[in-house]
């Protein structure tokens, strides 16, 4: 059974940090391209960060560049997002995405993650 969890959220204040954790089992992780998305109240889902199989890349969309950082550990199956320097705007239900390297159409999400930035 194919699963992703992700952990970590909670709440923090502006300039403060938050690790997030995503982790992968029931299929070969390593074989994924792994991505963060998050969706904020009353807006559509946004792509945040991704990194390929063996973390040779990564990408991030251009408001958290300088602030979050996505890695991988392909030996616990788990995906990683250290988020600092935090806004207000940063507040967002956070999912971990499994995409397969060659085949989009094997695609898993996780359940999602509350992160709340309020002072």
């Known amino acids: 059974q194919v699963r992703l969890v992700e952990s970590g959220g909670g709440l923090a204040e502006p300039g403060g940090s938050l690790r997030l954790s995503c982790l992968a089992s029931g299929f070969p992780f390593v074989n994924y391209v792994m991505k963060w998305y998050r969706q904020a109240p009353q807006k559509g889902r946004e792509l945040v960060a991704s990194?390929?199989?063996?973390?040779?890349?990564?990408d991030y969309v251009d408001s958290v560049k300088g602030r979050f950082t996505i890695s991988r550990d392909n030996t616990k199956s788990t995906v990683y997002l250290q988020m600092n320097s935090l806004k207000l705007e940063d507040t967002a239900v956070y999912y971990c995405?499994?995409?397969?390297?060659?085949?989009?159409?094997?695609?898993?999400w996780g359940q999602g993650t509350q992160v709340t930035v309020s002072s």
């Open positions: 990194i390929t199989n063996f973390a040779t890349t990564t």
């Open positions: 995405n499994a995409v397969h390297w060659r085949d989009s159409q094997r695609n898993y």
